[in-house]
């Protein structure tokens, strides 16, 4: 799986470019602000319509523009397809495969799978479960086009909910929809659980093997997934899921009524990280919690490549600088086999590393 070719238009601080990239690695560097994440973002945008920086697709337009246009050729499943979002302001966007519109991002992910690496990302670990989740979230939702229904079903109801508490003072009447919206916030939850579950059966078996490796092996990485309590297999039937999310909902019935705040549901999961035992948030030093963060994106790799059967298309932001030279070393020598982007400030020392097409940005332009 690569992208051959890029068209931006008014994308972030892109004017009008084109670009056509290398079947392997392609090494993008240019000083700090000049666009280097902008155009990783590009590529992420039209695998799954998600951005990994932003919820707010109007930030992605030009300052001065009103539309932008993204374009990337791809060859994916010995097959080559033309993937196109067009973003303007105040409407909905339109993204279409060939020609034939796309209803959400699940559709441009039957097409482009990435995974995408940045120095926030060594965070993952650190930083509360907001993260995890989102991480679990990008996955999943270019894996399973049902997850990203799911995930967009649940998002919309949540907000629902928390105005129908909000207001309820005001509006007691308020209060009639609300088993309603509860019943169906149960029954995609379950969805959530079910997959989230599956999908860190996997991870934590991958990511144990890179951090054990990575670490010469001397670290025993776990990650266990965790979500409501009531839920005692999320990897049984999602019916008993479902009911056992019910349950819990209505121990927190009063709660959610005197905080008015939806505190029952998966929108609170976590994945819990330990490195030899030890909880990896609190204990881990600096350089465990990179080897850390690092095997959860060569995991979140691998799995992409054993459901789609190629390897999907490595973005890594502006991280090799944050990595010691052995770490340097094992990434580069794991991810490669499919296509690589790699960001940096400086080309002299990837040059060494990597032989590839190198792209020099400045002011959102390839010199
Ligand atoms: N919607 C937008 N329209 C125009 N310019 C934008 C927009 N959003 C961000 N920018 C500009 O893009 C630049 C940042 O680009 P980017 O994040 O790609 O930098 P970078 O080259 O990766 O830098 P660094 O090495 O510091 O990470 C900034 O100058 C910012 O002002």
Known sequence: ?????????????????????????????????????????????????????????????????????????????????????????????????????????????????????????????????????????????????????????????????????????????????????????????????????????????????????CSGEREELALTYQTVKTVEDPLGPVQDIAGALEEHQARHYQAELASRLCLSGPHKDDIAVTVNGLEARHFCSQGQVRTAALSLKLADREIHKNAIGEYPVMLLDDVLSELDPRRQEYVLNRIAGGQVFITCCENDRLDALLSGRVYHIREGRVL
């Not at 470019?17 to 590009?42: H, M, P, R, W």
């Not at 196109?84 to 279409?96: Q, S, V």
């Not at 949540?158 to 129908?164: D, F, P, S, V």
């Not at 088993?179 to 969805?191: E, K, S, W, Y």
Request: positive net charge; proline residues 2%; glycine residues 6%.
């Open 1 to 213: 799986m690569q992208i051959d070719r890029l068209l931006l238009e008014g994308f972030r601080n892109y004017d009008s470019q084109q670009l056509t990239f290398d079947g392997s690695c392609n090494v993008i560097y240019g000083e700090n602000a000049q666009g280097k994440t902008n155009l990783l973002e590009a590529i992420v945008y039209l695998s799954c319509g998600r951005s990994p920086r932003t919820h707010a697709d109007r930030e992605l337009i030009g300052f001065d523009r009103d539309r932008a246009r993204l374009v990337g050729h791809i060859q994916a499943r010995e097959r080559e397809f033309e993937t196109e979002i067009l973003l303007n302001r105040g409407r909905r966007r339109k993204m279409t495969v060939n020609g034939v519109a796309a209803k959400n991002g699940g559709d441009l992910s039957q097409v482009l799978h990435t995974v995408f690496f940045s120095p926030e990302d060594l965070f993952l670990i650190r930083e509360g479960a907001a993260a995890r989740r989102r991480f679990m979230d990008m996955s999943l939702c270019q894996l399973r086009p049902r997850y990203a229904e799911a995930l967009a079903e649940y998002g919309r109801l949540y907000e629902h909910k928390t105005r129908i508490l909000r207001d309820s003072d005001e509006y007691p009447q308020l209060l009639d929809t609300l088993p309603d919206f509860n019943h169906r916030l149960c029954q995609v939850g379950a969805v959530l659980i079910s997959y989230r579950a599956r999908y860190v059966q996997a991870l934590a078996v991958h990511a144990q093997r890179a951090h054990w490796e």
